[in-house]
């Protein structure tokens, strides 16, 4: 089972400021899309996630 990284997380946290909204989060596109049911498809949409933080860590 794939859970969310630490960096995924904190970038969720930092961005989401308190229940205001997501706001410009690197990461929003990836964290709002549909996913697949089942276990499969939530490890799946959570590996997006947390490559898509990698990738805006990297900016």
Known sequence: MTELSALALDTCE???????????????????????W???????????INEAAKAGRKR
Do not use: V
């Open 14 to 36: 930092r961005h989401y400021q308190g229940g205001r909204g997501c706001g410009r989060c690197p990461i929003q596109r990836q964290c709002h899309a549909p996913h697949a």
């Open 38 to 48: 089942g276990q499969e498809g939530i490890d799946n949409w959570r590996d997006k």
